[in-house]
């Protein structure tokens, strides 16, 4: 069974830019959830989905979107970037939004030049 | 509101050595508690989690212990291998949004490198 996808695993942009970020998260799994890792620190909570509607939303401006498809699968969008969008961009999904260990794929690497 | 603190790093053992990295955490209530481990250019995986006080996880010979009276949830492998290096990350689960969906708020994570 396959697990968490995400596309594309590489991606580099110019300031000002949009990008599209994709998650497939595991069948099965309803919920998606979208974290941000900066080169050296934890990751930080920037959105969950669940059953296509957002349950939550991290300290992110609103530069930052997403959103859930009926087949689950995710989007994240920004727009606008920023240097400092240069980053790990983690899709974790799981059964519910009531998450006790989520899954997640291997991240797309992001950087803003 | 919420927090994880992990020891810093690079931490740096011989094989077969003892392993400990210290988390504690600040939060209300009884939050699930979580190490991920993440190897050099991959995503994270969940390594192990306890849901409630006095619980222990333990997974491919790394354990910890949900100490709710220290408010710790400090790792521990008795004989670290070469294949243990990567970044080891605490984490508690928090409330988001209305309902009972959760969040994971993450520690620094510490490097761990295991010399031969």
């Known amino acids: 069974d396959a697990g968490v996808t995400q596309s594309p695993t590489h991606l580099i942009k110019t300031r000002g830019q949009h990008v599209t970020l994709r998650c497939s998260p595991i069948?099965?799994?309803?919920?998606v959830s979208w974290y941000q890792q900066v080169l050296g620190q934890g990751p930080q909570f920037i959105f969950q989905?669940?059953?296509?509607?957002?349950?939550g939303r991290g300290n992110f401006p609103d530069r930052f979107s997403a959103r859930q498809f009926p087949n689950y699968s995710s989007e994240l969008n920004v727009n606008a970037l920023l240097l400092g969008d240069s980053a790990l961009y983690l899709c974790?999904?799981?059964?519910?939004?009531?998450?006790?260990?989520?899954?997640f794929g291997s991240g797309t690497r992001l950087t803003v030049v | 509101g919420n927090s994880v603190t992990q020891m810093e790093g690079p931490v740096t053992l011989s094989e077969e050595a003892f392993l400990t990295i210290n988390c504690t955490y600040t939060?209300?209530?009884?939050?699930?508690l979580f190490w991920y481990v993440q190897y050099p250019g991959e995503g994270l995986q969940l390594l192990l989690k306890?849901?409630?006080a006095d619980d222990k996880g333990s997974n491919k010979g790394f354990e910890a212990t949900y100490r709710k009276e220290t408010t710790s949830f400090h790792l521990e492998k008795g004989s670290v291998q070469v294949s243990d290096s990567a970044v080891y990350f605490c984490?508690?689960?928090?409330?988001?949004?209305?309902?009972?969906?959760?969040?994971?708020?993450w520690g620094l994570g510490t490097s761990l490198a295991v010399n031969p």
């Open positions: 974790a999904s799981s059964l519910t939004g009531q998450n006790y260990g989520y899954t």
């Open positions: 939060a209300t209530g009884y939050p699930s």
């Open positions: 989905y669940y059953e296509k509607e957002e349950r």
């Open positions: 306890a849901t409630k």
């Open positions: 984490a508690l689960s928090d409330v988001v949004g209305a309902g009972n969906n959760r969040k994971l708020i």
């Open positions: 069948s099965g799994h309803k919920s």
